[in-house]
Nanobody
C-alpha cells in the first residue's frame, strides 16, 4: 500500500504560481511512476502530468509527460529521498481551477487514470481572474 497526501493548494490570481506537493508513505517510493490529475467542477478527471521513477526512458521515451494545456507552464519533479513529488505551476489561469490529485503506480508512466493504483485526497487550486 502507498498513502499519498497532497498539499500546497490555495487561492491565487491569474498569472501567479503555486507548488503542489505529494508526500508518499507506506512502501518504497522508488519503482512508482507518479502522476497529477485534476477535476474541475462539473467535469471529469483530467490528466495533467506524470513522471517516471528513475528518469530513465519510459512512456513516450521521456521521463515526464504533460497534457498540452500545461506545457511550458507546469513542471513535475520528484525527490526520492523525501518520497515526494512536486507540481510547480506557473502562469496560472482561471481554467486551471480544480481539485488536484496525486496518483502512483508500479510501472511506466501513463496518462490513463485507471492505470494508477493509489490516489491522494486532493488539494483545491482556485485561480481568480
Amino acid at each position: 500500500q502507498v498513502q499519498l497526501v497532497e498539499s500546497g493548494g490555495g487561492l491565487v490570481q491569474a498569472g501567479g504560481s503555486l507548488r503542489l506537493s505529494c508526500a508518499a508513505s507506506g512502501r518504497t517510493f522508488s519503482g512508482h511512476a507518479m502522476g497529477w490529475f485534476r477535476q474541475a467542477p462539473g467535469k471529469g478527471r483530467e490528466f495533467v502530468a506524470a513522471i517516471g521513477w528513475s528518469g530513465t526512458s519510459t512512456y513516450y521515451g521521456d521521463s515526464t509527460v504533460y497534457t498540452d494545456s500545461v506545457k511550458g507552464r507546469f513542471a513535475i519533479s520528484r525527490d526520492n529521498a523525501k518520497n515526494t513529488v512536486y507540481l510547480q505551476m506557473n502562469d496560472l489561469k482561471p481554467e486551471d481551477t480544480a481539485v488536484y490529485y496525486c496518483a502512483a503506480r508500479v510501472g511506466p508512466i501513463t496518462i490513463i487514470g485507471r492505470d494508477y493504483s493509489y490516489w491522494g485526497q486532493g488539494t483545491q487550486v482556485t485561480v481568480s481572474s
